[in-house]
């Protein structure tokens, strides 16, 4: 059945009819769909027959025949393309061109005439290009008109070559009856699509609350995770008319989670408290800077490590950022310092005075630096002039942000803010701009450390016992698994070839395996 209403029309299959739609040069075959809902456009063509005139036109040539210059010929043209069609196929179809009205014009009833038969040319024997012309039927129907250049009156041929009045009259009734059944089934399908739409409601509510299950779950114990996702995707192919989008959410999930890896990670036995060491990436090397005894350690490529000094002045220090000619310490007691890239000198550039309060990062671009402080509320920006000397310090940010939660920061050209809810905020030349981490599962619950760098192409968070890596633009890539405990400190080569990470057990390296 095919009933149109309010602007909309609305198709139920029953197996011995073919229905398409024609819209923006493609042919939609709906026939096998138990029911469809769509809203009306204008320049739609709809296309109905019977099932043999599916099965033995096709939809290519219907389509073939649809987009080029429609004539009252339609039928010729379609027989031109299948030679050894059966004529009483293609008088089992109609096309019916739309052109909504804006505004409805008053209640019609829908007329039907029926053409004489002409002799004189043997092709008029087959009927021309169907044709319907539809009003509003209760204020409910919209106004149709063809579409196409040569439809002037509205017509339906019949196979009978002459029709008397007493079969116009009940074909009248029973298309209104039809139209009728059709207004009664739409509101009782109407009834039952919301009761659906409840139920689908409280099922995608359920969803939700099982989603944030697995996500608990998945902090602990990713492999359990998976299975337990295994099984909900059981549950949902189990319900009828589950929603494409929890389908979506489902399978985003599994991306998300499966995208978890286990790298083999080498453990270096530096002889230093590993919690205290500070990670930095220098000309294709790890330098760690271990804060409980100042000494100095660089790191191979092929995981070897070499201590290179040790200073009483780097003891206690909390935070590092490389610069081009050296790297940048924080100590929270004696302040701001500066070792060269031959870790040969220590210099103290800026004095603790109190003047940043509480530091939550560092972090450097070229040679400007770049301090978190959280009790001016503000990062606040040094001009680098060269051998680690400062000057000029300024507010980078233009706008509020809340310090309550923030934890880090990072510099690839744009500023990354990091805050411990897991909220992760881009500046430029101290503006906001439209960022946000997406396609992450689970997500993020207590980030503490983020990286990034010059020309990088992604961006990496500490987040309990993983790395999570997005690309610049907050598209979630992959999760990189600690089996040593929480994730203390991190650092990247510049070639985003290698990683270092500190935990409460050591130090570890492992490859990113892009």
């Known amino acids: 059945a095919l009933v149109v209403w309010g602007g909309s029309l609305l198709f139920r299959a029953s197996g011995n009819v073919f229905f398409a739609l024609f819209r923006n040069n493609e042919l939609v075959d709906m026939s096998k769909d138990r029911f469809v809902q769509e809203a009306i456009r204008d320049n739609d063509a709809l296309v109905l027959g019977t099932a043999v005139f599916g099965e033995r036109i096709g939809t290519t040539l219907l389509k073939q025949v649809l987009q080029s210059e429609l004539s009252d010929d339609w039928q010729y043209l379609l027989r031109n393309e299948v030679k050894d069609i059966e004529e009483n196929a293609l008088l089992s179809g109609i096309i019916l061109s739309i052109n909504i009205r804006q505004h409805p014009s008053e209640e019609e009833v829908i007329e039907i005439t029926m053409p004489g038969m002409e002799t004189s040319k043997k092709k008029m024997s087959m009927p021309k290009m169907p044709r319907f012309s539809l009003g509003t039927i209760g204020s409910f129907f919209s106004g149709f008109t063809g579409i196409f250049k040569r439809i002037q009156t509205p017509d339906v041929y019949l196979k009978t070559p002459k029709p008397s009045r007493s079969i116009k009259k009940w074909l009248i009734v029973v298309l209104l009856a039809v139209l009728l059944t ?25 969803l939700q609350t099982q989603l944030e299950r697995v996500q608990e779950i998945a902090q602990r114990d990713p492999a359990q995770a998976q299975r337990a996702l295994d099984a909900l995707s059981e549950q949902i192919g189990s319900v009828q008319g589950a929603s494409t989008q929890i389908d979506e959410q489902l399978q985003q999930t599994y991306d998300a989670l499966y995208a978890s890896e286990y790298p083999e990670w080498n453990s270096l036995n530096i002889p230093v408290a590993a919690s205290s060491v500070t990670l930095l990436s220098q000309d294709g090397q790890f330098v760690a800077i271990a804060g409980d005894d100042g000494s100095v350690w660089t790191i191979s490529t092929d995981n070897s490590f070499t201590k290179i000094a040790t200073y009483s002045e780097l003891v206690g220090v909390t935070f590092g950022a490389h610069a081009v000619s050296g790297s940048y310490l924080y100590q929270p007691d004696t302040g701001l310092w500066f070792i060269d890239n031959s ?35 503000q990062v606040v920006k040094y001009l680098g002039i060269g051998g680690g000397q400062l000057s000029n310090a300024s507010s980078y940010l233009q706008e509020p942000v809340t310090f309550d939660n923030v934890s880090d920061l990072t510099i690839d050209g744009y500023i990354y803010l990091l805050h411990a809810d897991g909220q992760t905020e881009k500046f430029i030349s101290g503006k906001r701009t439209d960022f946000a981490l997406r396609g992450v599962f689970p997500k993020l619950v207590s980030p503490q450390k983020i990286v990034t760098g010059i020309d990088w192409g992604h961006v990496y968070i500490a987040d309990g016992s993983s790395v999570l890596i997005f690309t610049s633009d907050g598209q979630y890539v992959k999760r990189i698994m600690s089996t040593y405990g929480h994730v203390l400190r991190l650092a990247v080569d510049d070639s985003e070839q290698r990683l270092v990470i500190t935990t409460e057990n050591g130090v570890f390296t492992a490859g990113l395996n892009f």
Do not use: C, H, M, P
Request: zero cysteines; proline letters at 0%; charged letters at 25%.
């Open 182 to 206: 059709g207004s009664i089934y739409f509101t009782l399908r109407r009834n039952k699509t919301q009761e659906i739409e409840s139920e689908q409601a409280v099922f995608e509510q359920e």
């Open 343 to 377: 870790g040969n000198s220590v210099e103290k550039i800026i004095d603790q005075s109190g003047q940043w309060g509480t530091v939550l990062g560092i972090s450097t671009y070229k040679d400007n630096l770049y301090v978190l402080s959280k009790g001016l509320s």
